[in-house]
């Protein structure tokens, strides 16, 4: 049974056949109303909400088609099953065309009955549910979430913004891990114009090659050993929505040729099929690693690298944005609290002091982890330095980088923010800092000569 609580109207004028109905309802623990015609039916539609609707399909005046018509012209969204005798089975299935559920017949027998309630119960609740959760994600990843202070990182946003409106442009997206690259691809989705209808994400490096290639376009029958059917692909899955390859830096180098076409040509191939496949998707790129580095390798194709960096967006590592953090600290704090059912009521001076130091290697995602695990271990709902466990966990080492990704792809913002000899001397100090103070190893990073540092 889906629930003692669950409501349903019966309308049927024979009172014989509305007296069993409701009867075998009752039983099963339904709340259950009667209505002898349509139009009582829709006077007590607008009074009461109902979880699920059973009317009969011959009634004098409305009849079963002519209420469910009403109903949905009304935008009830309440579902509807047709009673019918078993002459009438082409209007019952006339009736599902114009949007009834399904349909039972008379005599009842009440095991089918109660499994076709049941299933339409359910089903609808499916349907409910998803849009909660779609109106929850379309909130949720929105620019206005993504909290920052931090001027970069605000032009960096606007970028993002901007691009949303056109879903056929390419976009990279480039940072350290756990800095948010999925957050803010899914905001572009949710940004778009006109909204897409799916957001897919494939992660490149956690696939096993062999597989990676049928998972992103798919195979036929046959293709290979256990392709026992046809596949649709993430491309094909993403039709009219968003394809994410995370982790694009990893794809497999035979495969990047592949990528390549089906972006040039906005049309792919399933794997041993012949067919053409329209790519009717946005493809978004995410990658913590340096392309252009790995180009020079030999490692990833320079075409697929000009083709896919149409777009380059890069989003800044916590530690050169810590004028975010108390504003990041104030937003998982409230989630956390609705989200554990405790009240998180702040960070201690001390606490915050400790978070303000840390480097933050794992970024957004590690100073999230540490909150929560303050959070669970606060008994008065303060967080202290002692709840975060920092002091258990030594920082990474900071790498001398040989990923400039934050000056490769910094300097392409457009000069809207900062000044760009501001801009010029931050990465130039960034870079120093990076490279302990090693100016021919910073110079030699930056491909400027170790002159510019002086100059600054």
Request: charged content about 25%; aromatic content about 6%.
């Amino acid at each position: 049974m889906i629930s003692p609580t669950s409501s349903i109207l019966v309308i049927d004028d024979d009172a014989t056949s509305l007296f069993v109905l409701s009867g075998y309802l009752k039983r099963e623990g339904y709340a259950v109303v009667a209505a002898t015609s349509g139009e009582q039916a829709l006077a007590l539609l607008a009074k009461q909400r109902f979880d699920l609707l059973i009317s009969d399909l011959r009634m004098p005046g409305m009849d079963g088609i002519m209420l469910l018509e009403e109903i949905r012209r009304r935008d009830i969204a309440t579902p509807l099953i047709i009673v019918t005798a078993c002459g009438s089975i082409a209007s019952a299935v006339e009736a599902i065309r114009k949007g009834a559920y399904d349909y039972i017949e008379k005599p009842f027998n009440p095991d089918n009955l109660q499994l076709t309630v049941e299933r339409v119960l359910n089903y609808h609740r499916a349907l409910s549910e998803n849009s909660q959760i779609k109106a929850y994600l379309e909130e949720y990843f929105t620019f206005q979430n993504l909290i920052t202070v931090n001027p970069a990182m605000k032009q960096m946003l606007g970028m993002a913004a901007r691009v949303a409106s056109s879903p056929r442009t390419t976009v990279a997206i480039y940072g350290e891990s756990g800095t948010g690259k999925e957050v803010l691809a899914r905001a572009i989705h949710f940004g778009s114009t006109g909204m897409p209808t799916r957001f897919v994400a494939v992660n490149c490096a956690a696939i096993p090659e062999q597989l990676l290639e049928s998972e992103l376009f798919g195979h036929v029958k046959g293709a290979f050993t256990g392709a026992d059917k046809d596949r649709e692909g993430k491309f094909q899955q993403a039709r009219n929505g968003t394809l994410l390859l995370d982790e694009i830096g990893d794809l497999p180098f035979p495969l990047q040729t592949k990528l390549l076409r089906a972006l040039q040509e906005r049309t792919f191939e399933k794997v041993g099929g012949n067919s053409t496949i329209p790519l009717d998707c946005r493809v978004i790129v995410a990658t913590n690693a340096n392309l252009a580095e790995r180009v020079a390798a030999g490692s990833f194709r320079e075409d697929l690298f000009h083709r896919i960096d149409v777009f380059p967006l890069y989003i800044p590592p916590l530690r050169e944005r810590k004028d975010d953090i108390r504003q990041i600290c104030d937003h998982v704090i409230t989630e956390l609290g609705q989200h554990l059912g405790k009240a998180v009521l702040g960070i201690s001076p001390e606490a915050m002091d400790a978070i303000l130091a840390h480097n933050w290697p794992g970024n957004v995602r590690e100073l999230r982890n540490r909150l929560e695990r303050g959070a669970i271990l606060t008994s008065d709902g303060q967080i202290r330095t002692e709840h975060l466990g920092l002091q258990q966990h030594a920082e990474a080492p900071r790498h001398e980088t040989t990923d400039p990704l934050y000056t490769t792809y910094l300097l392409k913002i457009p000069n809207s923010a900062l000044a760009l000899s501001s801009l010029t001397s931050q990465i130039l100090l960034q870079t120093l800092d990076r490279c302990r103070g090693n100016k021919s190893k910073a110079a030699q990073l930056l491909k400027i000569d170790r002159k510019m540092f002086y100059r600054e």
